[in-house]
């Protein structure tokens, strides 16, 4: 069992950067890809960035290659994401989820998640 909470969002002007946060509870932690979604009013759930199964990769959503970057810390129990050169298009609630089947694109894949951060990005 893994226990998520984000932290981290907010409301920022496009161009800006915000590193969301996730805090992980559970013994079992470090043997999870972690990755990141993200759900816009009347989108569906969209998969954002994510680790793959050894940890040696990191995978991104075209939308966010470049500008988005995963990471974490595995003595602290961290996921990070920090996003540079925010676009209004960015704007969503932004979940971490812990993986446990092989496609890590779909929220079908992850069991675990986090309630979610708000980032509001102004034109």
């Known amino acids: 069992q893994v226990q998520l909470v984000e932290s981290g969002g907010g409301l920022v002007q496009a161009g800006g950067s915000l590193t969301l946060s996730c805090a992980a509870s559970g013994r079992t932690f470090s043997r999870y890809p972690m990755g990141w979604f993200r759900q816009a009013p009347g989108k569906e759930r969209e998969f954002v960035a994510g680790?793959?199964?050894?940890?040696?990769?990191?995978y991104y959503a075209d939308s966010v290659k470049g500008r988005f970057t995963i990471s974490r810390d595995n003595v602290k129990n961290m996921v990070y994401l920090q996003m540079n050169s925010l676009k209004p298009e960015d704007t969503a609630v932004y979940y971490c989820?812990?993986?446990?089947?092989?496609?890590?694109?779909?929220?079908?894949?992850?069991?675990?998640w986090g309630q979610g951060t708000q980032v509001t990005v102004s034109s």
């Open positions: 680790f793959s199964w050894s940890g040696g990769s990191t």
């Open positions: 989820a812990a993986r446990v089947r092989s496609d890590y694109t779909i929220p079908q894949a992850y069991d675990y």
